[in-house]
């Protein structure tokens, strides 16, 4: 969502975490001896589950026992990230998940699961935030959109894939800064988002770079993405903070996906969980299938995604409180 860099904690490495126990080092030789859940607080076919399921089957290929996926949406994905929450810290239950992991610590007077309960493990991925339209609009420019927003306010609809989701959040953290007034117009899921804006039934929709295919047929148009820097999967594409459109200079906004797991899990558990996930990660095969899904292969040590997930709370709580963002 961001550039790494800022996280980049250039004195840690997988082999400095501390490893305690002699019994549990030992112990994780023989794990795991049973299938290993892996929990995704989304519906199936979304791109969390996508991600997952690119994972999953060479998991298991190292490991050498199936690796399940066990898609338990709802709730905001409370229903599912709870459940792995209470679940025992053997290494058998994982969790999956995005945005609303840290969405829902911010919209939520009151979770039904105790965040500390959970352990930041290893981020798989990111994806920029692009910035669709309808090509009935009649602007081709960003800055172009931004003075058809100012000349009409309250008329550009935006769609999300629902009432706080991380499509949602960026609209509202665009229109602040750009000086705009849109309507929310939230769907279950993305793809229902798209199909109306493919029809023109709503005006634009932050989405993956996946959507990129209806650019060229001339059934969307493309104004520019949330990453801080080009993106070669985006040629031609101008990141938002550097579109020269006053008030967007800072602008930036996406999805990352990332693996949690009980924090009652022993340390020489998660060290080998961290190390073997990592090692599915880095493998060519496993960076291409992320790629085809349109997220860009991403990792951090467990530090650093820690650091990651503290700073999205901090950068994100502003833009929710000031825009008064609610969860469905």
Known sequence: MLNRRQFALSSLSAASVSITGPAWAQGTD????????????????????????AISPRLADKWGKPV??????????????GFVSRAPGDGYTLLLTAFGYIGNQLMLPKLPYDVKALTPLTNTSDSP?????????????????????KANPGKISFASSGNG???????????????????????RGNGPAITDLVGGQVDALFDSPATMSYVPTGRLRVLGHGYANNNPRLPG?????????PGLEKFEAGGWFG?????????????????????????????????????DPRLMTRTEFAAYLQHELDRWGPVIRGRNIRAD
Do not use: C, W
């Open 68 to 81: 399940l996926i066990d898609n338990k949406p709802g709730g905001g994905t409370t229903i599912g990230t």
């Open 30 to 53: 023989s794990f795991p001896s049973k299938p290993v859940t892996i929990v995704i607080p989304y519906a199936a076919g979304g791109l969390t589950d996508i991600i997952g399921r």
């Open 259 to 295: 693996f949690f797991l009980p924090s009652s899990t022993p340390e020489a558990l998660q060290q080998r969980l961290y190390t073997d996930i990592r090692a599915v990660l880095e493998m060519p095969a496993t960076q291409e299938a992320l790629s085809k899904a349109g997220v």
């Open 165 to 187: 989701s991380s499509p949602h959040i960026a609209a509202e953290m665009f229109a602040g800064m750009a000086g705009i007034e849109i309507i929310h117009v939230p769907y």
């Open 237 to 245: 594409v101008v990141p938002i903070s550097k579109s020269g459109v």
């Open 129 to 149: 935030s692009v910035l669709y339209i309808s090509p009935r609009l009649p602007v081709k420019t960003l800055a172009e959109f931004v003075a058809y927003g």
